[in-house]
T-cell receptor, first 116, second 110 residues
Framework: EAEVAQSPRYKITEKSQAVAFWCDPISGHATLYWYRQILGQGPELLVQFQDESVVDDSQLPKDRFSAERLKGVDSTLKIQPAELGDSAMYLC??????????????FGNGTRLTVT | QKEVEQDPGPLSVPEGAIVSLNCTYSNSAFQYFMWYRQYSRKGPELLMYTYSSGNKEDGRFTAQVDKSSKYISLFIRDSQPSDSATYLCAMIEYGNKLVFGAGTILRVKS
């Protein structure tokens, strides 16, 4: 079964440094999502792409976070500078289309970020 | 008040028990209701989804929705140690973003 690929699996960085996460969605999935999951909480949407366009980044801290999906396929999420409160699991998900469970989200295994 | 409330547990049961996991929500516009299972160090995987009030069964799993009470449940029959995971409820308005509960940690003891 096709999977969403994410790298790296784990990242430890010092505060004020820059970090980047990469995601390769399932082939053919036009919608791509980045979620942040703090330990003990459910995932929260950071940004949603439809092809190469951002359709929802209302919860993305834009002073330090950026996301791109230049060719409408893979995507990169960047944090600069990292803060202690950014320690979390960063999950990427993809779906054929947004907004319905007939097109469910498929999640990758995430990147566990620790900021020291 | 959060849009979706879910007891974080942990819930510990013996193997073979019937498990009941629940969520309440406040947004009456939610139309689709889903349950995801998340094993440790893994991403969530979709277990079941339902649209209308009532029950939906899939093997040992039954999803129940009561829109009038804004309450959803997931029942697991004959629970197995392999069911030990975090169970996340999630809800969506058509065309809008998915909203997750905090997740309930389930431990099934052999």
């Amino acid at each position: 079964e096709a999977e969403v690929a994410q790298s790296p699996r784990y990242k430890i960085t010092e505060k004020s440094q820059a970090v980047a996460f990469w995601c390769d969605p399932i082939s053919g999935h036009a919608t791509l999502y980045w979620y942040r999951q703090i330990l003990g909480q459910g995932p929260e949407l950071l940004v949603q792409f439809q092809d190469e366009s951002v359709v929802d980044d209302s919860q993305l801290p834009k002073d330090r976070f950026s996301a791109e999906r230049l060719k409408g396929v893979d995507s990169t999420l960047k944090i600069q500078p990292a803060e202690l409160g950014d320690s979390a699991m960063y999950l990427c998900a993809s779906s054929l289309a947004p907004g319905t469970p007939n097109s469910p989200l498929h999640f990758g295994n995430g990147t566990r970020l620790t900021v020291t | 008040q959060k849009e979706v409330e879910q007891d974080p547990g942990p819930l510990s049961v013996p193997e073979g028990a019937i498990v009941s996991l629940n969520c309440t929500y406040s947004n009456s516009a939610f139309q689709y209701f889903m349950w995801y299972r998340q094993y440790s160090r893994k991403g969530p995987e979709l277990l079941m989804y339902t649209y209308s009030s009532g029950n939906k069964e899939d093997g040992r799993f039954t999803a129940q929705v009561d829109k009038s009470s804004k309450y959803i449940s997931l029942f697991i029959r004959d629970s197995q140690p392999s069911d030990s995971a975090t169970y996340l409820c999630a809800m969506i308005e058509y065309g809008n973003k998915l909203v997750f509960g905090a997740g309930t940690i389930l431990r099934v003891k052999s």
